[in-house]
C-alpha cells in the first residue's frame, strides 16, 4: 500500500512540474517582443541625434530590436548608403538627399515619409555682440561666419542656397572662417563665441550646449529655404532580410511626432 501511495505522490508531482513548466513557457512566449533579437542600422543626419537616440531607445524597449546608427553629415551618410549598403533607415537632415538615394534605386517604394520642417535661423552668441539682425549683416566688414560645408551638410548646402536667393553669397562668403563637415559644430563655435553668426537649424536651440549661450535671428519666410526631414526604408534591409523591422521602425520615427516636438521641430503637415 506504501508503495502505491509513493508512486502516486511521484505522479502528482511530475503533473504539477510540468505544468509549472507549460505555464512559465507560455508566459515566456507572452513576454516575448515582436522582433526580439533582431537588429538594424540606421543612418541618421547629424542634426537630428537628440530626437533620434531617444526614438531609438523607445522602439528597443517596446521591440527588444537592437538599433545601431551612424550619425553624420547627410552628404557622409549618403556616401554610406551608396558604398557599403551599410543603411537598412535613411534619415538625412535634407529631403534633397532622399530623393538622390530614390533616383538611385536605393529607397523602397512607398515607404519615404515626411517628417517635420526643418527651418534654418541665423545664430549668434549671447548678447548679439556684432548686432546681426538680417541676413544682410552677415556681409558686415569684421563679422565672423561660420556655414556648413555645402558639399557634406544639409545645413551648408541650404545655407549657401538662402544666400544665393538673396544675392548675398559674394558678399558673405569673405567673411566665413570655416566651412564645418556637420551642423553640430557650427553650434560648437556660436556657443563658445569663436564666431559672431552661423546659419543652424531652428531645432538646435533646445539643446543643451546651445541653452544660455546662443540668440536666433528668424530669417523671413521669404528669404528663407525651409525643408523637411524625411524618413525612409532602403533597398538594403530588403538584401539582408531586415525589412520587416526596418518598416516598423520607419513608421515609428514618423508617427511619434511629440518627440519631434520635445526637441524644436515643427511637425509637417503636407
Known amino acids: 500500500m506504501r508503495g ?30 515582436p522582433f526580439e533579437g533582431q537588429t538594424i542600422t540606421v543612418c541618421s543626419g547629424a542634426g537630428l541625434m537628440k530626437p533620434i537616440n531617444e526614438l531609438i531607445g523607445m522602439f528597443e524597449n517596446e521591440t ?35 530623393e538622390q538615394a530614390m533616383k538611385k534605386g536605393y529607397i523602397l517604394n512607398g515607404t519615404v515619409r515626411n517628417v517635420t520642417e526643418h527651418i534654418p535661423v541665423i545664430a549668434v552668441p549671447k548678447g548679439n555682440p556684432k548686432g546681426i539682425h538680417s541676413l544682410e549683416d552677415l556681409a558686415k566688414p569684421g ?13 551648408g548646402k541650404v545655407s549657401k542656397k538662402i544666400l544665393e536667393k538673396n544675392g548675398l ?22 556657443s563658445t563665441r569663436q564666431a559672431d553668426a552661423a546659419i543652424i537649424w531652428e531645432d538646435m536651440v533646445t539643446w543643451a550646449q546651445a541653452k544660455g549661450k546662443i540668440e536666433v535671428v528668424q530669417i523671413p519666410r521669404e ?48
Do not use: M
Open 169 to 190: 553669397w559674394d558678399e558673405v562668403k569673405p567673411n566665413v572662417v570655416v566651412f564645418t563637415p556637420t551642423v553640430n559644430q557650427l553650434l560648437i563655435y556660436i
Open 143 to 155: 563679422v565672423r561666419v561660420v556655414l556648413g560645408d555645402p558639399k557634406a551638410a544639409a545645413i
Open 4 to 33: 502505491v501511495k509513493a508512486l502516486f505522490f511521484i505522479l502528482v508531482l511530475a503533473g504539477a512540474v510540468l505544468a509549472a513548466g507549460c505555464i512559465g513557457s507560455t508566459n515566456a512566449s507572452e513576454d516575448r517582443k
Open 223 to 270: 528669404q528663407n529655404s525651409i525643408k523637411t526631414i524625411p524618413t525612409a526604408v532602403t533597398t538594403c534591409a530588403e538584401k539582408d532580410g531586415h525589412v520587416e523591422v526596418a518598416r516598423a521602425f520607419n513608421e515609428f520615427v514618423a508617427n511619434h511626432t511629440e518627440i519631434w516636438e520635445k526637441w524644436g521641430f515643427r511637425p509637417w503637415k503636407g
Open 64 to 98: 527588444g530590436v537592437k538599433v545601431e546608427v551612424h550619425y553624420g553629415g547627410s552628404s557622409e551618410i549618403f556616401g554610406v548608403l551608396q558604398t557599403t549598403c551599410g543603411c537598412d533607415v535613411f534619415i538625412p537632415g535634407a529631403w534633397y538627399y532622399t
